[in-house]
């Protein structure tokens, strides 16, 4: 009798405890399951960089939109983040800015296929786009990502504590000069304590 008693209480407790739930919750209040980099760093990250970007020289003095070009950010930490998110978000939000504009590297190919398709004769020549009207990029843009892990030594202790430290850091370069123009950077850490036995 006892051993059907802790057979169902085991299999209760295992049922309730491997439930997946779901939870809708608004991603512009910051939420952390753990010590890693995540959407809300993101979100932090990208608003401080646009930011600075159009209310610092050179890009708060001009009155002419200059075009950037956005070579990256390197991925300098031992896990992944995708860094193609940051630039994304970076770009959707200095443009919505209207105080600089942006060559789109990303899609130079699609754009020289189309091109070569509209030169090829089958385009009306009245709405065939003329070649060598490309805007040549003014500034460059790019920025690097690093981090520093530290966890808590061998020792008697209920709980593991790490330690994730990240600085996200961009730069913007003029291109004819070669000079950077503009810097700034984000730095944040998070500690988590674990629980030594758990689920």
């Given at each position: ?20 739930t ?11 399951m ?44 031992n ?64 920025g ?52 030594f036995?758990?689920?």
């Amino acid at each position: 009798m006892i051993k059907r008693l802790i057979i169902v209480i085991v299999t209760l407790v295992l049922s309730v405890g491997c439930q997946t739930t779901t939870r809708v919750f608004d991603p512009d209040k910051p939420f952390h399951m753990d010590e890693r980099y995540d959407y809300t760093d993101l979100k932090a990250v990208t608003e401080q960089m646009a930011r600075s970007i159009v209310t610092n020289l050179p890009i708060v003095s001009r009155n002419d939109q200059p075009v950037i070009i956005i070579y990256g950010i390197s991925n300098r930490t031992n896990e992944h983040i995708d860094t193609n998110a940051l630039t994304e978000k970076v770009r959707t939000a200095l443009t919505q800015t209207h105080k600089v504009r942006f060559i789109n590297e990303d899609q130079r190919k699609n754009i020289e296929k189309e091109i070569a398709y509209q030169s090829g004769g089958l385009v009306n020549a009245d709405t065939r786009i003329r070649l060598g009207r490309q805007i040549g990029a003014e500034y460059m843009l790019t920025g690097a990502i690093t981090s520093i892990t530290k966890e808590e030594g061998r020792g008697m202790r209920l709980k593991a504590r790490k330690v994730n430290y990240y600085k996200f850091n961009m730069e913007l370069t003029q291109l004819e000069t070669s000079i950077i123009e503009w810097s700034d950077e984000k730095e944040f850490a998070r500690e988590v304590a674990k629980p030594f036995i758990g689920w």
